[in-house]
């Protein structure tokens, strides 16, 4: 069945270094998306990307989507405390599935 | 605008104790999500909504779990009896419509505790 893997599972950076993660299906997508979930918090939409190879950026965040729409990845420049959370890829194949998430620690 | 009411919060209940959740979606959304979210996995959706219609309920344990969208508004989740291993955050979301890529809007959840 359709998976949706996402690495690291963890990540800890300094305040000030970048961070990605990474976002893999097993199967072709439609589309994705991407939340941000704070400790104790619930999803929070990010944004979606649909076509074949496309980029989005907002502030220091930029999403891109895979030439095969079978991946994606979430790039973070220059992090900060407020990015603290775990960030979820959410994809739609032959079902919605979400990823299994990385949780970023942010080092002051 | 009010967000997505979930209600109650916590919930601890013995095993084999039935217990429901209830949801308030945003007004004026036609689809509405319940979840489950497993300590530090992704949410697993567990049913969708269009209205009053349950369109998607696949990954639904329908042998202890059910819901209903009664007028196509509010949304109760009810597990019965309840297991250990469905200690979990139900999430409950909704979205103007249920197409394909939808951004979902989550409400804050209700924590399920079951010893």
């Known amino acids: 069945g359709q998976q949706v893997m996402q690495i690291p599972q963890y990540q800890h950076v300094q305040e000030g270094e970048d961070f990605t993660t990474y976002c893999n299906s097993s199967t072709t997508l439609s589309n994705i998306q991407w939340y941000k979930q704070r400790p104790g918090g619930h999803p929070v939409f990010l944004i979606q990307?649909?076509?074949?190879?496309e980029v989005k950026k907002q502030k220091r965040l930029t999403f891109q989507f895979g030439e095969a729409k079978k991946n994606s990845s979430l790039h973070i420049t220059a992090t900060q405390t407020t990015d603290v959370g775990t960030y979820f890829c959410a994809g739609t194949g032959n079902q919605f599935y979400f990823g299994t998430g990385t949780s970023l620690t942010v080092i002051p | 605008e009010a967000g997505v009411v979930q209600s109650p919060r916590y919930k601890i209940i013995e095993k084999k104790q039935p217990v429901a959740f209830w949801c308030n979606p945003i007004?004026?959304?036609?689809?509405l999500y319940w979840y489950r979210q497993n300590l530090g996995q992704g949410p697993e959706l567990l049913i969708r909504y269009e209205n009053e219609e349950a369109v998607d309920d696949s990954q639904l344990p329908k042998d202890r779990f059910s819901a209903e969208r009664l007028k196509g508004v509010d949304s109760t989740l009810k597990i019965q009896p309840a297991e250990l291993g469905d200690s979990a955050v139900y999430l409950c979301?909704?979205?103007?419509?249920?197409?394909?890529?939808?951004?979902?809007?989550f409400g804050q959840g209700t924590r399920l505790t079951v010893v």
């Open positions: 990307l649909v076509k074949s190879g």
């Open positions: 979301a909704s979205s103007p419509w249920g197409g394909a890529g939808t951004e979902a809007f």
């Open positions: 007004s004026g959304h036609n689809t």
